[in-house]
T-cell receptor
């Protein structure tokens, strides 16, 4: 099956710093989503981005499907950005299935 | 829009009892629902996929008799953990999609249910 690798696994930032999270996947996919899981466990949709670039406030994402990777950029980080960021890819081959990466655990210090 | 609720948000039960978790799409018709399990500090593991009106498709290694899934309507799916044991303690998360109706295959997640089996 499709393998999803996220890096770095852990990241500590000073408030105000910028960061880039990476997601590599091993095969062609039909969709890709980035999520933020808050300390209470809720998964929050950040981007639905099977290809191209999107921006939403301080966050932006780019997916290069032909090279099988996606990047999530966080600018001017805030303490509320802390949590786990997951990349999840979807494939319609053999039935619709979503595979999650292991996540990047982010802690933003005040 | 695209809100998914789960109930209960947490449950504690005795070993051997059954627990039912509900997942509802509040403002859209979820033709496809997914159930995930998450252990502490780990990623989400897909347990099963259910399409409205048909039997759920379970992932390899997930016992279908242990984790009963019913997707009876376009807004409700239930997961029943039968004869729960301490090793079933986990965080269970559902998600919903409008995939089969030609909608985007974006998944929207519920807030999760924390199950503790004593």
């Amino acid at each position: 099956g499709i393998q999803v690798e996220q890096s770095p696994p852990d990241l500590i930032l000073q408030e105000g710093a910028n960061s880039t999270l990476r997601c590599n996947f091993s095969d062609s996919v039909n969709n890709l989503q980035w999520f933020h899981q808050n300390p209470w466990g809720q998964l929050i949709n950040l981007f639905y981005i099977p290809s191209g670039t999107k921006q939403n406030g301080r966050l932006s994402a780019t997916t290069v499907a032909t090279e099988r990777y996606s990047l999530l950029y966080i600018s001017s980080s805030q303490t509320t950005d802390s949590g786990v960021y997951f990349c999840a890819v979807g494939s319609h081959t053999g039935g619709f299935k979503t595979i999650f990466g292991a996540g990047t655990r982010l802690f933003v210090k005040a | 829009g695209a809100v998914v609720s789960q109930h209960p948000s947490w449950v504690i039960c005795k070993s051997g009892t059954s627990v039912k978790i509900e997942c509802r799409s509040l403002d859209f018709q979820a033709t496809t629902m997914f159930w995930y399990r998450q252990f502490p500090k780990q990623s989400l593991m897909l347990m099963a996929t259910s399409n409205e009106g048909s039997k759920a498709t379970y992932e390899q290694g997930v016992e279908k008799d242990k984790f009963l899934i019913n997707h009876a309507s376009l807004t409700l799916s239930t997961l029943t953990v039968t004869s729960a044991h301490p090793e079933d303690s986990s965080f269970y998360i559902c998600s919903a999609s409008e995939l089969l109706r030609g909608g985007p295959d974006t998944q929207y997640f519920g807030p999760g249910t924390r199950l503790t089996v004593l």
